[in-house]
């Protein structure tokens, strides 16, 4: 089935939507005016329920369908929050909010799940029931942990969950997934070095932490080159690195290195953060200073089910016509912890050529709607048949 006619129909409502979202971005769990949007509409459409305050400021909504004798419950999955960037591009709808920007298509996301559950709830033509997810804190925020904390899996009866993001750099309106391993793992860490600060012209008196913090920066590259099997993949990077002075003649006492790690199995994460431990402890004795790692497990590695992504491919190729594999991302996506607690898959929809996301010029494509909403739609259709 190509896309559905009743999304052309809906297209400049669902754009109106979504170019207000993209006008007022919230960031992280503040998506107070986001929520409250979102189940406004919701009511307004006719969903059986409408709860919101799930995972702090996430919104949840239930569409039973013409019949429940199939008993599957399937939930749709889309992030409200923006990230805090300072917008570039010009638009008439433009960030309203200083600082904050939807820079990475969420408002796109959000606006096509209502134009499928407004859609979903006009038709009903499935046996079973939708559970539509509209999740704060994308971005960093682990809201997508949070609403599995509170228990929203079981409280709704959840049995698959899938979700979808925009792709800048695929064409408008086609597909892209793979199973198994998709998102990495977004680790992140710093380190506090300390040494013995004096004057620069003497630093035979000092235990010059910058020296340590330079040997160990380059030591930490060696994880990926060294300890790892080349077939798999791991990322360090030192993003950050800040001494306790700022003046041409001091050798400071202490610096701060800050970054990140990202892996796709279980077993890069664990081997990235025992070297780290060791590279730490031994080249701060070997200076004579100590180097202390802070490791902060973040977002897991996102991993598609192989059953549920077939499905979801299927659906794709009946929207569109043209779904392929997607490459692995070293980027992190917090729909993993869903993905712990229930089967399900995740897609990418094309945002023709845009800038990247996180860039201050991107912006969502309002032509990816129709194909967007229909893959929401005919997955609930098809996986739930009347």
């Not at 949007?37 to 009511?43: G, I, R, S, T």
């Not at 559970?131 to 942990?145: H, K, L, S």
């Not at 990926?224 to 050798?251: G, H, K, L, W, Y």
């Not at 802070?294 to 794709?316: C, G, I, K, L, S």
Request: aromatic share 6%; proline share 4%.
């Amino acid at each position: 089935m190509p896309v559905k006619n009743r999304f052309a129909e809906l297209h400049d409502d669902i754009t109106a939507w979504r170019r207000d979202l993209h006008q007022n971005p919230e960031i992280l769990f503040e998506t107070h005016r986001t929520s409250a949007l979102v189940a406004e509409k919701l009511k307004a459409f006719g969903c059986d329920d409408v709860v919101t305050g799930i995972g702090r400021t996430g919104v949840v909504g239930v569409i039973h369908g013409k019949s429940r004798a199939s008993d599957k419950v399937i939930a749709l999955r889309a992030d409200m929050d923006a990230l805090p960037i300072h917008e570039q591009t010009g638009l008439d709808y433009a960030s309203n909010t200083d600082g904050a920007m939807h820079a990475c298509g969420h408002d796109g996301h959000t606006a096509m799940l209502l134009g499928a559950a407004q859609y979903l709830a006009e038709t009903r033509n499935f046996d079973g029931t939708c559970v539509v997810i509209f999740q704060p804190a994308e971005e960093g925020g682990g809201g997508g942990r949070e609403m599995c904390e509170d228990g929203m899996m079981a409280r709704f009866g959840i049995q698959e969950v899938y979700g979808m993001h925009n792709w800048p750099g695929m064409p408008v309106g086609t597909f892209a997934i793979r199973p198994g391993a998709f998102f990495a793992a977004t680790d992140k860490f710093d380190i506090e070095i300390e040494g013995k600060g004096g004057h620069a012209a003497k630093p035979h008196e000092t235990v010059d932490p910058t020296v340590l913090a330079s040997h160990l920066i380059v030591a930490l590259q060696t994880i990926a080159s060294r300890n790892a099997d080349p077939i798999e993949q791991v990322v360090v990077s030192v993003t950050s690195m800040q001494s306790s002075s700022n003046t041409f003649n001091v050798i400071p006492q202490s610096v701060s290195l800050m970054g990140t790690v990202r892996t796709l199995s279980a077993e890069m994460r664990d081997l990235a953060e025992e070297r780290m431990q060791s590279l730490c402890e031994h080249i701060g004795e070997a200076f004579g200073g100590r180097a202390i790692l802070n490791f902060e497990r973040n977002y897991p590695v996102m991993v598609n089910h192989t059953d549920q992504t077939d499905f979801a491919a299927q659906v794709a190729n009946s929207v569109s016509g043209d779904c392929s594999e997607a490459p692995l991302i070293m980027g992190g996506e917090d729909f993993a912890f869903m993905l712990e607690e229930r089967p399900g898959a995740y897609i990418l929809v094309g945002n023709g050529d845009s800038a990247a996301v996180h860039h201050p010029e991107y912006n969502f494509n309002d032509d990816a709607i129709p194909a967007g909403c229909s893959w929401w739609a005919e997955l609930i259709e098809r996986r739930m048949p009347a």
